[in-house]
Nanobody, 120 residues
Framework: QVHLEESGGGLVQTGGSLRLSCAVL????????MGWYRQAPGKQRVMVAE???????RYDDSVQGRFTISRDAAKDTMYLQMNNLEPEDTAVYYC??????????????WGQGTQVTVSS
């Protein structure tokens, strides 16, 4: 059974930095896509950053130049380095992975979410 474990959220002042981690655990063949999403109170969940197996990386315009997505393939772990944080970045951050296994095919999985709060 595949599951994702997130860590790294917290409270930070405007201009500060945080790094989120997301480990893909369990039995699987390969990871096709990994991404970070966030959901602010009263708003829809939106994509923040995404990595694909083909090497494509994309960011939402609101975080371009401030956030960096990276991956440690040996650890099946994805990171989101968030710099120059703003109050508007306050949200619950979720990691997502599209994982392929021979028995289940490609399936999407979500982490449990981690709170990021940026104080002004």
């Amino acid at each position: 059974q595949v599951h994702l474990e997130e860590s790294g959220g917290g409270l930070v002042q405007t201009g500060g930095s945080l790094r989120l981690s997301c480990a893909v655990l369990g039995r699987f063949y390969t990871i096709n896509i990994m991404g970070w999403y966030r959901q602010a109170p009263g708003k829809q969940r939106v994509m923040v950053a995404e990595w694909t197996k083909s090497g494509r990386i994309r960011y939402d315009d609101s975080v371009q130049g401030r956030f960096t997505i990276s991956r440690d393939a040996a650890k099946d772990t994805m990171y989101l380095q968030m710099n120059n944080l703003e109050p508007e970045d306050t949200a619950v951050y979720y990691c997502n992975a599209n994982v392929y296994d021979f028995s289940t095919g490609s399936q999407p999985y979500w982490g449990q979410g981690t709170q990021v709060t940026v104080s002004s």
